[in-house]
């Protein structure tokens, strides 16, 4: 079992885009973890790196990371958040007609390809937050208290917010985009002297075989969900079996709540990350982290 010393944990808010598998919610505990049991002096590849929870986690405690994702869309999005300042982030709420359009758009932009994330239900970028009846009442409450207030700071005070909480409560949207906010922390840090802070590639894994000496940190698609549309054709023992191998130059970690292949085992659990699944599939088993047994 690896090790943590939860006190040692960063003290402050997790940050990382609002996205679909995030692990937001364990980015802190799992650095802490790599840090407490590998040390701070090898790079850690990011390699499914989704929303940027981990590599966030990462530049905060500066440490060297690999951001990658098949997906140019979300690093694109992660890069683009932090590089606008908090103004901008203002214009990423749309209604229910926008959502529609840009989602039939063949190419989309990266401020639309926000737009979907911060406004479907879930992140999954496909339906609507708000149901019909209730999303133009919704959209102009968020609307409103963007336009009128400092959406980041203090508007908890205001009426319209008051308002949004009876009614039953404040438009998610908002919750979103004060994630957004809280990533371009990162900013102080791409304007330090320290040009290589994160390197950003959209490969696949098996790209990466020729790493040694490094960390890799590896939270693919999970076996057997109905997580995304990628899922069905991601081969979760060809992936495994490639861990295996790098393991040998490597130290790699992977996040799952279980693996089938029996050449790993869990070295840390989670208890309290529980995945939003169906209750009672295999995905509602604790968040954990596995390596190459023995290795
Ligand atoms: C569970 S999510 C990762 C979530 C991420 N750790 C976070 O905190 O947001 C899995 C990611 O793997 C990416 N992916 C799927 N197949 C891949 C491949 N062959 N190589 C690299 N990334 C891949 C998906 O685009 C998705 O973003």
Known sequence: MLKLDEKKIRKGRPIGLPYQGSKKKISKKIIEIIKQNFGTDKPIYDIFGGGGAITAECILNGLEVHYNDLDKDITNAFERVISQDRKWIKTLIVSREEFFEIKDKENKTTDEFLKLLVNSFGNNKRGYLYSEEISDLKYNLAKEIIENHDVFNGYKQTETYKKAVERPKKPDQIGRLQQFERLQQLQQFRQIEKPNYMKVTNKSYQDFSKVSNAILYLD????????????????????????????????????????????????????KAHSKFRSGTRNDKCEKLFMVKNS
Not at 226 to 251: H, L
């Open 220 to 271: 693919p698609p999970y076996e057997q969900t109905d997580q995304g549309s990628y899922i069905n054709s991601f081969d979760s023992q060809e992936f495994y079996n490639w861990a295996f191998e790098m393991d040998k130059t490597n130290i790699v970690i992977i996040s799952s709540h279980s693996i089938s292949d029996e050449r790993f085992e869990a070295v840390y659990s989670f208890d």
